[in-house]
């Protein structure tokens, strides 16, 4: 079961959940990137079900800084990217040091607000061997002081294989932005797959949201996680 950490980064540490597979390992790693919910009850869930799929889950809790709004939908954009990505790397960092993942590769794992984080951490951050996006932003706001570049701005400098899922009826993430993020992909050659769920309204992975669609939420957590299968290799 996912139990709470602390995850060591400069200046302190902040929160995460780590769920790892039963047996000795060694295990995959996944850094799991939230939602504007933060650690709730859906994340629990999402590590949980990732190691019970054979990954090492660390959860990190990218909101757990001072003065990041307690209003959940006032959290985009609150704080700098750079904070987020310095918080990913610690947990990447965390994963790469646990006894049952030496030697695996890590990937990225996010939804919402943590599904664009899924989509740009990779273009910094290359030693992720693979990442999955759910419903997130492919483009934001850059007149945000705290959020100047975009995930499909950044695919020039994409390494990382990535696996982006979306809904086609989801009314903050318009199709319109997809169909900017999958040509800059295949512009640019990368290693990528894109899917819509038709119907699907922002949020539909997770059982507790009005949003909710079980049939697309299977079928694209299978997909991911094959994705992700698909890349393990051990680490050089």
Same mark, same amino acid.
């Given at each position: 079961?996912?139990?709470?950490v602390?995850?060591?980064?400069a200046g302190?540490?902040?929160?995460?959940l780590l769920?790892?597979?039963?047996?000795?390992g060694?295990?995959?790693?996944?850094v799991?990137?939230p939602?504007?919910f933060?650690?709730?009850?859906?994340?629990?869930?999402?590590?949980?079900?990732l190691?019970?799929?054979?990954?090492?889950?660390l959860?990190v809790?990218?909101?757990?800084?001072?003065?990041?709004?307690?209003?959940?939908?006032?959290?985009?954009?609150?704080?700098?990217?750079?904070?987020v +990505?310095g918080?990913?790397d610690?947990?990447? %960092?965390?994963?790469k040091n646990?006894a049952?993942?030496? =030697?695996? #590769?890590? $990937?990225?794992?996010?939804y919402?607000?943590?599904?664009?984080?899924?989509?740009?951490?990779?273009?910094?951050?290359?030693e992720?061997?693979?990442?999955?996006?759910?419903?997130?932003?492919?483009?934001n706001?850059?007149?945000n002081?705290?959020?100047?570049t975009?995930?499909?701005?950044?695919?020039?400098?994409?390494r990382t294989?990535v696996?982006?899922?979306?809904g086609?009826?989801?009314k903050?993430?318009?199709?319109?932005q997809?169909?900017?993020?999958r040509?800059? +992909?295949?512009?640019h050659?990368?290693?990528? %797959?894109?899917?819509?769920?038709?119907g699907c309204?922002? =949020?539909? #992975?997770? $059982?507790?949201?009005?949003a909710?669609?079980?049939?697309a939420?299977?079928?694209?957590?299978?997909?991911a996680?094959?994705?992700?299968?698909?890349?393990?290799?051990?680490?050089?």
């Amino acid at each position: 079961m996912a139990h709470e950490v602390r995850i060591p980064r400069a200046g302190g540490d902040i929160g995460g959940l780590l769920a790892v597979p039963d047996g000795p390992g060694p295990f995959p790693g996944v850094v799991v990137v939230p939602t504007i919910f933060a650690l709730n009850q859906f994340m629990h869930h999402v590590t949980n079900r990732l190691a019970g799929d054979g990954f090492a889950a660390l959860a990190v809790n990218i909101f757990d800084h001072p003065g990041v709004p307690e209003d959940p939908f006032k959290r985009p954009g609150s704080q700098p990217d750079t904070r987020v +990505l310095g918080d990913l790397d610690a947990g990447l %960092e965390m994963l790469k040091n646990h006894a049952k993942v030496k =030697g695996q #590769t890590i $990937s990225a794992w996010g939804y919402c607000i943590g599904g664009r984080f899924a989509m740009l951490w990779p273009t910094y951050q290359h030693e992720l061997a693979a990442a999955a996006s759910f419903h997130g932003f492919p483009t934001n706001d850059t007149s945000n002081p705290n959020t100047p570049t975009t995930a499909v701005g950044r695919i020039p400098h994409l390494r990382t294989p990535v696996i982006a899922l979306f809904g086609e009826a989801d009314k903050v993430v318009p199709m319109p932005q997809v169909e900017e993020y999958r040509d800059a +992909l295949a512009k640019h050659g990368k290693n990528f %797959e894109v899917h819509t769920y038709p119907g699907c309204d922002h =949020g539909w #992975t997770d $059982s507790g949201r009005p949003a909710y669609n079980k049939e697309a939420a299977e079928d694209c957590w299978h997909k991911a996680v094959q994705f992700l299968r698909s890349r393990i290799h051990p680490r050089r």
